[in-house]
């Protein structure tokens, strides 16, 4: 009977060594490890864990979805972490008909409602987020707002060079505006 008594307890001991090892190896993370020395710097705001789907916007710049077709959203073949120029075109009853380039070398957040490329929804969108300015997100919902015309300029990931401003009218077309 006394041997099975020690066998019990044996048990019980290593099971207790084995559960104060894991503790003292392995620090949880609600344990605190140290409490930091005192600082004459002014105490920064904690950081704002950002949700996992939210969008990688960079510092200084917003996030403007803009409605795109077939056509505007270059056949389907913009995705996620392209860049794209963006072009406005004015419909027949501003006073002059003109396209333009507005923004150049914008990052593309977004397709649809995805981040993901590989996303089967991803081929199939009507809204294509960008990376903008502040002033480059107001004229461009305005533009939209009055009617303009938008069309997205693919770029290869090597090019990063931007143009001067071009506008293109009708009736400079019409006259040769277009030859070198």
Do not use: C
């Not at 020690?6 to 609600?30: D, E, Q």
């Amino acid at each position: 009977m006394k041997t099975k008594t020690i066998w019990v307890w044996a048990v019980i001991l290593g099971a207790m060594a084995t559960v104060l090892f894991y503790l003292i190896t392995f620090k949880h993370p609600s344990t605190p490890t140290a409490v930091p020395a005192p600082t004459t710097e002014v105490a920064k705001k904690p950081e704002v864990e950002k949700d996992k789907g939210a969008l990688p916007i960079s510092q200084g710049k917003r996030a403007v979805s803009i409605p795109v077709n077939e056509v505007q959203g270059v056949s389907g073949f913009v995705q996620a972490g392209d860049f794209v120029d963006v072009v406005v075109t004015s419909p027949a009853n501003w006073t002059s008909e003109s396209a333009q380039i507005l923004i150049q070398h914008s990052k593309v957040l977004a397709v649809g409602s995805t981040l993901k490329s590989d996303d089967p929804k991803a081929k199939e969108y009507r809204t294509v987020t960008l990376e903008v300015t502040p002033i480059d997100g107001v004229s461009l919902s305005l533009a939209i707002q009055k009617g303009a015309n938008i069309q997205l300029m693919l770029r290869t990931p090597q090019d990063q060079a931007t143009v001067p401003a071009v506008q293109k009218t009708m009736e400079g077309l019409m006259n040769g505006g277009n030859a070198k």
